[in-house]
Nanobody, 114 residues
């Protein structure tokens, strides 16, 4: 599976951004799609994921602010980010988990600054 992310950029505190991740290739075995992030000097961490059945999981630090959704027909996962904070600044990565493997996107930079 190949992943292409888009939608990152610069936002002001309190602002919004929407990330997209399109999966291509052998997508029939996808079990979950999710978003992770990595800030400078920190480990990569889960932001949110969505299972093939539609259930979602969020990190505590984004609950109530970020929303993950999936368009299965387009093999696309979205991350709507609202009420952004400077501490949300990071490279955001899309991850797909398949039956026997997983794949990462190349990452998209999100910067929250006034």
């Amino acid at each position: 599976v190949q992943l292409v992310e888009s939608g990152g950029g610069l936002a002001q505190p309190g602002g919004s951004l929407r990330l997209s991740c399109v999966a291509s290739g052998s997508t029939f075995g996808i079990k979950s799609m999710g978003w992770y992030r990595q800030a400078p000097g920190k480990q990569r961490e889960l932001v949110a994921d969505i299972l093939s059945g539609g259930s979602t999981n969020y990190a505590d630090f984004v609950k109530g602010r970020f929303t993950i959704s999936r368009d299965s027909a387009r093999n696309t996962v979205y991350l709507q980010m609202d009420s952004l904070k400077p501490e949300d600044t990071a490279v955001y990565y899309c991850k797909v988990i398949e039956l026997l493997s997983s794949s990462w996107g190349q990452g998209t930079q999100v910067t929250v600054s006034s």
